[in-house]
Every structure is written in C-alpha cells, then in structure tokens.
C-alpha cells in the first residue's frame, strides 16, 4: 500500500488547510486510515481516524471542532480538514493505514506510512 499525503503549507493562523491522503491507482481493497503529526522535538501524535467502511470518523478530542476527517473511497482519498488554525498545530502530518487490529491512537498499529506533509501556522 502507497500512500501520499499532500496539501500542506504555510497558513496564517486561523486559516485553514484541507490535507489528502491518497493511495496508489494499483492498491486495491480499503483501509483503515489515520492522520498522525510530530512536531520538532515532540513525539508523534494520534490526529484522527476514519474506518475504511466510512463509519463513525473519529477527532482527537482536543482537536473537534477544528479537524474534520472524511474520505472518498472512489478517489482512494482520505482529507484531514483543519479550520482555525493555531502555531501549536505546526507539525508534519502523516497519514497511514491500519490492517492490524489495535487502538487506533497507537501508531504501532499501523502497518503503512506515507511521506508527510509539513503545515506550519505563522501567529
């Protein structure tokens, strides 16, 4: 499974920024699908989860009302919409499919990876 995350880029903050995650023309099936960050010098973190049925996304919670995850099987997409936006947000942003069943917060249980996307929110 290939995947690519794109979109990012330097925002002001309270700006917004809409990410993809798209999977390669030749993956086949769905996955599970999550969005991860890490800032410089921080650990990585959980951001948001989307099952690959498209059932009830899940938001970190300290980032509802801000984030929103949502995909698009037929376009092999998933997107990580950002609304006001905050510097604390600045990060790369992963995304990655799950096939191994585990908590969906621990990126150990996430058997791909795509190259990440740097946000950076200017105050």
């Known amino acids: 499974v290939q995947l690519q995350a794109s979109g990012g880029g330097l925002v002001q903050e309270g700006g917004s920024l809409r990410l993809s995650c798209t999977a390669a023309e030749r993956t086949s099936g769905t996955y599970n699908i999550a969005w991860f960050r890490q800032a410089p010098g921080k650990e990585r973190e959980f951001v948001a989860h989307?099952?690959?049925?498209?059932?009830?996304?899940f938001v970190r919670e300290v980032l509802r009302g801000r984030f929103t995850i949502a995909r698009d099987n037929a376009k092999k997409t998933v997107y990580l919409q950002m609304n006001k936006l905050e510097p604390g947000d600045t990060a790369v942003y992963h995304c990655?499919?799950?096939?191994?069943?585990?908590?969906?917060?621990?990126?150990?249980?996430?058997?791909?990876w795509g190259r990440g996307t740097l946000v950076t929110v200017s105050s």
């Open positions: 990655a499919a799950q096939v191994t069943v585990g908590t969906i917060s621990d990126p150990g249980n996430y058997d791909y």
């Open positions: 989307i099952a690959r049925n498209s059932g009830p996304p």
